[in-house]
């Protein structure tokens, strides 16, 4: 399955070409690289022994998941945030772009299986001030499905770029069972069995980008507002989340 998948992303690379661009706005050729961390804390990951029972702290350890950065763009074919794929239309108000890219809420805790993260595609469809993208895990690790829509504004204040998102994001229940649920042998008596629906979280994120010569410097502030069904998890600590993701990009070429 994964061999049939990059088969055919290598033949989508290979036999692609650019559709629809307009060139004063898009590079033919760009490379940089960097670092980010983006810490999640709304996870249990501590666990106490009590007559041979895991049970959770009331609080958790941040959970520090480290990002490597690279933006590699050649014509149509690109890696950037978003993920790598294929740009069939780039013009100032519209965008889209075919995706693959790792997602998921993957963490591990004491007394449970690993939750991993997965490799997922799909695509980005961007109108003006609206941004939606699809997701879909195609590596059978939780087999669900991820789907965004963002209202955003981007403004640049000399060096820097600033990108207000407010958005609406919808988990399947494979997605969100994978992630939040608690199976029959991980359940105790503080944790106990828990199956999920799918959810409907909201988002709330400003991106800062300050370029310095051929640095850019990268953060992320991000507050989520999680549904009932993720809520209700005796994973969650909270129905809400604040997020920082934070780093720095070198332009290499």
Same mark, same amino acid.
């Given at each position: ?160 770029? &600033? *990108? ?8 399947? /229940? #494979? +997605? ?6 608690? %199976?029959? =042998? ?17 988002? &709330? *994120? ?8 051929? /640095? #850019? +410097? ?6 989520? %507002?999680? =549904? ?17 993701? &934070? ?7």
């Amino acid at each position: 399955m994964r061999i049939n998948i990059l088969l055919t992303l290598i033949t989508l690379l290979i036999n692609t070409q650019v559709y629809a661009f307009d060139f004063k706005n898009f590079d033919w050729f760009d490379t940089s690289v960097g670092f980010a961390l983006n810490p999640r804390t709304n996870i249990r990951t501590n666990d106490i022994l009590v007559n041979n029972a895991n049970l959770f702290y009331t609080n958790s350890d941040p959970i520090y998941e480290p990002i490597p950065i690279l933006f590699f763009r050649f014509a149509n074919i690109f890696i950037n945030k978003d993920g790598g794929g294929i740009a069939f239309a780039h013009f100032p108000h519209f965008k889209l772009r075919a995706l693959i890219t790792v997602d998921g809420e993957g963490f591990k805790a004491p007394g449970m299986e690993e939750r991993k993260n997965s490799w997922f595609a799909g695509g980005l469809l961007q109108y003006y001030l609206i941004q939606i993208k699809y997701l879909r895990d195609i590596n059978s690790v939780s087999n669900g499905q991820n789907f965004r829509i963002d209202l955003f504004r981007e403004k640049h204040f000399g060096k820097l770029q &600033f *990108e207000p998102h407010i958005g609406i994001q919808v988990w399947d /229940r #494979k +997605y969100t069972n994978y992630y939040y649920g608690v %199976k029959a =042998s991980e359940a105790t008596s503080k944790r106990p069995q828990y199956h999920t629906k799918e959810t409907l979280n909201y988002t &709330f *994120e400003l991106r800062y980008i300050y370029t310095d010569g051929p /640095r #850019k +410097y990268i953060l992320i502030p991000m507050y989520k %507002k999680y =549904s009932r069904e993720v809520n209700s998890s005796p994973l969650v600590v909270r129905d809400e989340e604040f997020r920082l993701t &934070f780093g720095i990009v070198w332009k290499l070429f």
